[in-house]
């Protein structure tokens, strides 16, 4: 921008000379009109007068029209006397002289006055327009600096605006995750109070959202965990450590539930504990499963036991059968030492009901696999019953079923009779009520979780209660594992509910039982109705032991029992002869296949085992009966014997009744061809 008095310097510059060059200039001028005005003004003429605006007009422009008005008029009054004297006509110059010179000074000054006073102004709206001008150029730059700060500040804001949305996203994530998640997910304070519950914790405990928060987890215990388990538990996280374990708990509706548990301390920002968040998965079914797996391995383990003893047992409980069968017949007339023998039957009775429960609750019992009607086993063991409860206990019956169940009836009947006689064990000391009730029932979807792994359909429901001392709920939990047991020592052997529940699951039912110490107990057996034609249950009943005059061989690798068996036969009036090696017994029936009617051969021996010596036999003879007696194998059952051409199969221990019959019925060709 250009300068004001930069543009005009012409006005502005005299009245900005120093105050003794304008007095100098002034002076000189005036003098110099003094000593020239007369000698212009006669040489010259009137014109000359114009000599003393040289000095007037200075006067003006320098002090302005006030102090140049004075100046002026001082000066030009001894102008004009000088003009008097020298000239001496008044008219030609006189006072109009001065007064006009005054009159210009007037004018120049006013002008210069006002000349300087909008130089002010003009000077002062330029200070004005240059401090705007400034103003302008410090907003501008302030406005570019607080810009440039904003847009900063912008950026910066829209950073934290995009790391608080990637927060608050990974958050909603999170809380979805949580919220979705199939885990339950608890968060308490630091005192246990419930803050926040997922979905899945309202799902699986039974307890709302509403219902959770404000409560402490103590809400969901069961019993099962004692003091010195939560104490450990709280000492762990309060050190701010981890604890991992199981829970086992109940839910709302006071349902078991088992839950494997993580609980971590939660942290403030200044690194205190201020809450604890736990996740837990239920395991219910797991736990159950692998109880159902321990159960099936401890099965298989007691199945590998049973059948590594069965076969040596039998084999010695037949010997006993058979020797002391021997010794009663030779003494019918010495009825002291038959009651002896008596006595040694009926353990040997009992070892051999011991070893069936044995295979049986291990599965390696073959079973007979038909419709039974369960009304008609009932009163079966009812009739049996009656005899021999004492009459403290009161028999009380509701049988309405007439339906029919696939199943071994010998196991059916098994099953009733371990119940009852459990039942009045339970009312032996002050007796009571053993009530019995058979009907049809469905099972639905609801009821299944409440009995077993068991498919809805059609059951017949068989009830046994007795009002006994019942079953405390610890033992409840036990009641049907293997070889468990609260009788007394040589009162029970713990295996009478294990073989009823594998016989009733074997029938692909279920068997329940509630308790409650000093009322009593209930038993409830689920078995599927199977719609086919009835076979009633039939006890045969035989006369005297049939015999015969027939050469039989007689093939066991233990020599004390070939004696005994061909003792047997020879009291019956066969002509007996014994092997106790398969090998010779082969080589001697080569020699002359014709010499033998009948071989009675256990299975298990060594070099040639049973199945091996029936096929030799076949070959050399295909007309020979075999009759197969084994104490058990894991390798030869009655199916295989009889695809083999066996025509008799016997399981030891034998009475002389069961070999002479089947005996008999082989050499009549009574038995099925099958």
Same mark, same amino acid.
């Given at each position: 921008?250009?300068?004001?008095?930069?543009?005009?310097?012409?006005?502005?510059?005299?009245?900005?000379?120093?105050?003794?060059?304008?007095?100098?200039?002034?002076?000189?001028?005036?003098?110099?009109?003094?000593?020239?005005?007369?000698?212009?003004?006669?040489?010259?003429?009137?014109?000359?007068?114009?000599?003393?605006?040289?000095?007037?007009?200075?006067?003006?422009?320098?002090?302005?029209?006030?102090?140049?008005?004075?100046?002026?008029?001082?000066?030009?009054?001894?102008?004009?006397?000088?003009?008097?004297?020298?000239?001496?006509?008044?008219?030609?110059?006189?006072?109009?002289?001065?007064?006009?010179?005054?009159?210009?000074? #007037?004018?120049?000054?006013? $002008?210069?006055? %006002?000349?300087?006073? &909008? =130089? *002010? /102004?003009?000077?002062? +709206?330029? #200070?004005?327009?240059?401090? $705007?001008?400034? %103003?302008?150029?410090? &907003? =501008? *730059? /302030?406005?570019?600096? +607080?810009? #440039?700060?904003?847009?900063?500040?912008?950026?910066?804001?829209?950073?934290?605006?995009?790391?608080?949305?990637?927060?608050?996203?990974?958050?909603?994530?999170?809380?979805?995750?949580?919220?979705?998640?199939?885990?339950?997910?608890?968060?308490?304070?630091?005192?246990?109070?419930?803050?926040?519950?997922?979905?899945?914790?309202?799902?699986?405990?039974?307890?709302?959202?509403?219902?959770?928060?404000?409560?402490?987890?103590?809400?969901?215990?069961?019993?099962?965990?004692?003091?010195?388990?939560?104490?450990?538990?709280?000492?762990?996280?309060?050190?701010?450590?981890?604890?991992?374990?199981?829970?086992?708990?109940?839910?709302?509706?006071?349902?078991?539930?088992?839950?494997?548990?993580?609980?971590?301390?939660?942290?403030?920002?200044?690194?205190?504990?201020?809450?604890?968040?736990?996740?837990?998965?239920?395991?219910?079914?797991?736990?159950?499963?692998?109880?159902?797996?321990?159960?099936?391995?401890?099965?298989?383990?007691?199945?590998?036991?049973?059948?590594?003893?069965?076969?040596?047992?039998?084999?010695?409980?037949?010997?006993?059968?058979?020797?002391?069968?021997?010794?009663?017949?030779?003494?019918?007339?010495?009825?002291?030492?038959?009651?002896?023998?008596?006595?040694?039957?009926?353990?040997?009775?009992?070892?051999?009901?011991?070893?069936?429960?044995?295979?049986?609750?291990?599965?390696?019992?073959?079973?007979?696999?038909?419709?039974?009607?369960?009304?008609?086993?009932?009163?079966?063991?009812?009739?049996?019953?009656?005899?021999?409860?004492?009459?403290?206990?009161?028999?009380?019956?509701?049988?309405?079923?007439?339906?029919?169940?696939?199943?071994?009836?010998?196991?059916?009947?098994?099953?009733?009779?371990?119940?009852?006689?459990?039942?009045?064990?339970?009312?032996?000391?002050?007796?009571?009520?053993?009530?019995?009730?058979?009907?049809?029932?469905?099972?639905?979807?609801?009821?299944?979780?409440?009995?077993?792994?068991?498919?809805?359909?059609?059951?017949?429901?068989?009830?046994?209660?007795?009002?006994?001392?019942?079953?405390?709920?610890?033992?409840?939990?036990?009641?049907?594992?293997?070889?468990?047991?609260?009788?007394?020592?040589?009162?029970?052997?713990?295996?009478?509910?294990?073989?009823?529940?594998?016989?009733?699951?074997?029938?692909?039912?279920?068997?329940?039982?509630?308790?409650?110490?000093?009322?009593?107990?209930?038993?409830?057996?689920?078995?599927?109705?199977?719609?086919?034609?009835?076979?009633?249950?039939?006890?045969?009943?035989?006369?005297?032991?049939?015999?015969?005059?027939?050469?039989?061989?007689?093939?066991?690798?233990?020599?004390?029992?070939?004696?005994?068996?061909?003792?047997?036969?020879?009291?019956?009036?066969?002509?007996?002869?014994?092997?106790?090696?398969?090998?010779?017994?082969?080589?001697?029936?080569?020699?002359?296949?014709?010499?033998?009617?009948?071989?009675?051969?256990?299975?298990?021996?060594?070099?040639?085992?049973?199945?091996?010596?029936?096929?030799?036999?076949?070959?050399?003879?295909?007309?020979?009966?075999?009759?197969?007696?084994?104490?058990?194998?894991?390798?030869?059952?009655?199916?295989?014997?009889?695809?083999?051409?066996?025509?008799?199969?016997?399981?030891?221990?034998?009475?002389?009744?069961?070999?002479?019959?089947?005996?008999?019925?082989?050499?009549?060709?009574?038995?099925?061809?099958?």
């Amino acid at each position: 921008m250009v300068d004001f008095r930069q543009k005009h310097r012409f006005i502005t510059y005299p009245a900005t000379f120093k105050p003794w060059l304008k007095w100098s200039i002034f002076l000189f001028l005036l003098i110099l009109y003094y000593a020239f005005a007369p000698w212009m003004y006669v040489n010259i003429g009137t014109v000359s007068r114009l000599f003393a605006f040289f000095y007037v007009i200075p006067a003006a422009l320098f002090w302005g029209g006030r102090t140049g008005i004075i100046l002026t008029a001082i000066s030009t009054a001894p102008v004009g006397f000088v003009h008097l004297l020298v000239v001496g006509e008044a008219s030609e110059g006189g006072l109009i002289g001065p007064v006009f010179a005054i009159i210009i000074a #007037g004018l120049v000054g006013y $002008l210069r006055d %006002l000349s300087l006073s &909008l =130089e *002010e /102004e003009l000077a002062r +709206r330029e #200070g004005v327009e240059l401090e $705007l001008l400034n %103003l302008k150029t410090n &907003l =501008e *730059e /302030e406005v570019s600096k +607080r810009t #440039g700060e904003l847009i900063s500040a912008n950026y910066e804001l829209q950073d934290v605006i995009n790391d608080r949305s990637a927060v608050e996203k990974q958050m909603s994530r999170l809380a979805m995750a949580i919220e979705q998640a199939s885990e339950e997910v608890m968060i308490t304070d630091v005192q246990g109070v419930i803050e926040y519950v997922n979905p899945a914790f309202e799902r699986v405990t039974g307890y709302s959202r509403r219902e959770a928060i404000g409560s402490k987890p103590s809400i969901l215990k069961s019993g099962e965990h004692d003091l010195q388990f939560y104490k450990n538990l709280w000492e762990t996280i309060s050190r701010g450590q981890v604890w991992r374990g199981r829970f086992v708990n109940r839910s709302r509706n006071g349902s078991r539930l088992v839950e494997d548990a993580t609980i971590s301390p939660v942290y403030d920002s200044q690194g205190k504990i201020n809450g604890y968040v736990s996740v837990k998965r239920d395991v219910t079914e797991f736990e159950k499963r692998e109880a159902q797996n321990r159960q099936a391995q401890k099965m298989e383990a007691i199945g590998a036991l049973a059948g590594g003893i069965a076969h040596d047992f039998n084999n010695i409980l037949f010997g006993i059968f058979g020797y002391t069968e021997i010794a009663m017949r030779r003494a019918e007339d010495q009825p002291a030492i038959r009651e002896a023998l008596e006595e040694v039957m009926k353990g040997g009775r009992r070892a051999k009901d011991l070893v069936r429960q044995i295979l049986t609750f291990s599965r390696q019992r073959d079973a007979k696999w038909q419709p039974v009607q369960v009304k008609l086993v009932i009163k079966e063991v009812l009739n049996l019953l009656r005899s021999v409860l004492p009459a403290t206990v009161e028999i009380k019956q509701k049988v309405t079923s007439e339906s029919m169940v696939l199943a071994d009836p010998t196991q059916i009947h098994q099953v009733f009779m371990n119940l009852c006689t459990n039942a009045q064990y339970a009312m032996r000391e002050k007796g009571g009520v053993l009530t019995v009730t058979l009907e049809d029932g469905k099972i639905d979807e609801e009821e299944i979780a409440e009995t077993s792994d068991i498919k809805p359909g059609e059951y017949i429901v068989l009830t046994v209660e007795d009002t006994g001392h019942g079953i405390p709920e610890d033992v409840v939990a036990r009641i049907f594992e293997p070889f468990f047991t609260t009788k007394g020592e040589g009162e029970g052997t713990g295996m009478g509910l294990s073989t009823t529940r594998n016989i009733v699951s074997d029938c692909g039912g279920a068997i329940t039982v509630e308790s409650t110490p000093g009322e009593g107990s209930t038993f409830r057996v689920l078995l599927p109705i199977c719609r086919k034609d009835i076979r009633e249950i039939t006890v045969s009943t035989i006369g005297g032991l049939p015999g015969g005059k027939e050469r039989v061989m007689v093939v066991d690798d233990e020599a004390p029992l070939v004696r005994m068996i061909c003792e047997m036969l020879t009291g019956l009036g066969y002509s007996a002869k014994g092997f106790s090696s398969s090998s010779e017994a082969l080589q001697a029936f080569t020699v002359d296949p014709q010499v033998v009617d009948l071989v009675v051969t256990d299975v298990t021996m060594p070099l040639l085992n049973g199945l091996e010596l029936t096929g030799r036999l076949i070959r050399t003879r295909p007309s020979i009966p075999v009759i197969m007696v084994t104490g058990f194998s894991e390798v030869v059952d009655e199916a295989k014997a009889r695809a083999a051409g066996v025509k008799g199969y016997l399981l030891k221990p034998i009475s002389i009744r069961e070999l002479a019959v089947t005996v008999r019925d082989v050499l009549d060709g009574k038995v099925r061809s099958d």
